[in-house]
């Protein structure tokens, strides 16, 4: 099985803040890689899949790059509806593995 | 709009069964593969079990495998996850989400297994 390892797992940032999430494959996964966030107690919200396409609707302050084994996920300009939880996910092949998950808070 | 409604979570003792159903509107449900995802009290997403559009390739984790049957009803547009021989550890939220990789999902149902 694939292993994805996120990093890091918790980060505190202020309000206006540019932040970076690192999602790191065990093995080589192309561009299969898709970014997702949670608000506690609700469903996760698709955000990017192919690395770096944005669903329909997600502002362009969520961006996303990697290739092969090493992801990003940045988030501009942060927003208190930005504190959530993320997690990146690899589909290239079955199981399907979630990366642990990142706690972004407010400082 | 697309809408993913499951249903059928409650408790249940250990090696019971339940059979959660997830109910698919305002899309072409028939041409999506669909998914079940499940997320621990306090812990992170796991995926468990995949179908495609015409149920001719199904996965499942390991963690469920012998145990879990997923099946699909395209003309109900309808999802199912059949859960025999229920663990403790199989206590979690389970959300059905729509395509690959996840971009609808459900608002979750939730599975409690407890004596």
């Known amino acids: 099985d694939i292993q994805m390892t996120q990093s890091p797992s918790s980060l505190s940032a202020s309000v206006g803040d540019r932040v970076t999430i690192t999602c790191r494959a065990s093995?080589?996964?192309?561009?299969?890689l898709a970014w997702f966030q949670q608000q506690p107690g609700k469903a996760p919200k698709s955000l990017i899949y192919?690395?770096?396409t944005l669903q329909s609707g997600v502002p362009s302050k969520f961006s996303g790059s990697g290739s092969g084994t090493d992801f990003t996920l940045t988030i501009s300009s942060l927003q208190p509806e930005d504190f959530a939880t993320y997690y990146c996910?690899?589909?290239?092949?079955?199981?399907?593995?979630f990366g642990q998950g990142t706690k972004l808070e407010i400082k | 709009e697309v809408q993913l409604v499951e249903s059928g979570g409650g408790l249940v003792k250990p090696g019971g069964s339940l059979r959660l159903s997830c109910a698919a509107s305002?899309?072409?449900?028939?041409?999506?593969?669909m998914n079940w995802v499940r997320q621990a009290p306090g812990k992170g997403l796991e995926w468990v079990s995949s179908i495609s559009s015409s149920s001719s390739y199904i996965y499942y984790a390991d963690s469920v495998k012998g145990r879990f049957t997923i099946s699909r009803d395209n003309t109900k547009n309808s999802l199912y996850l059949q859960m025999n021989s229920l663990r403790a550890e199989d206590t979690a939220v389970y959300y059905c989400?729509?395509?690959?990789?996840?971009?609808?999902w459900g608002q979750g149902t939730l599975v409690t297994v407890s004596s």
């Open positions: 305002g899309f072409t449900f028939s041409s999506y593969t």
């Open positions: 093995q080589g996964i192309s561009n299969y």
């Open positions: 996910q690899q589909y290239n092949s079955y199981p399907y593995t």
């Open positions: 192919a690395a770096s």
């Open positions: 989400a729509r395509a690959k990789p996840e971009d609808y």
